[in-house]
């Protein structure tokens, strides 16, 4: 009898440890989730963006072949105008979705991936101020680095996007029956 009881007292005593660190474990990732919030809300910005850019670059080809010069600008506006209409009320929803789905999808993750030791770890490093500066300094080590980037690789991307400026024409020139616009650079 005392055996039965000595392991219901340990199961017990084993199931409530386990809902101490549940409980535990959710409140580091609540923590994880919190510091993520804003690269959620980029990344939302980001996908109700990529539409409108594309759109915008669809319809400057349609303008710039087809309206009038005069024209041009008051339509570009007014294009302008109705897409940041939509990238407002797009990303407005999508934000909120994200954000929403945000604990159940990720923080469902980290609580399956992670130990609580491991959880512990990574808030301190999110927490941590040396991370903060290294995140806050990322644009001003990324910008130059792009600068430089598209700096020293003109040279070899340049004759690349001509030749395939030249190849898309080609194409487009024999399923039309007639020379294609050339595009201007």
Known sequence: MNK???AALLAAS????HAESSAAKKELVAKILQQQRPVIEAQ???LGERPAAAMMQQAAVVIQQRVPVDKREAVIKDIQGDLRQYVDEATAVLREQALKLH?????AVLDAKFS???LKQLVDLLESPVFRKYQQSTDEMLRPLNERLVQDSRGVIEPKL???DQAIRKRLEAAIGAPAPAAKP
Do not use: N, Q
């Open 14 to 17: 084993c199931t409530l440890a």
């Open 44 to 46: 939302a910005r980001a």
């Open 103 to 107: 604990p159940t999808v990720t923080g």
């Open 4 to 6: 039965v009881l000595a």
């Open 116 to 118: 609580e030791s491991e």
């Open 162 to 164: 001509k030749v395939l």
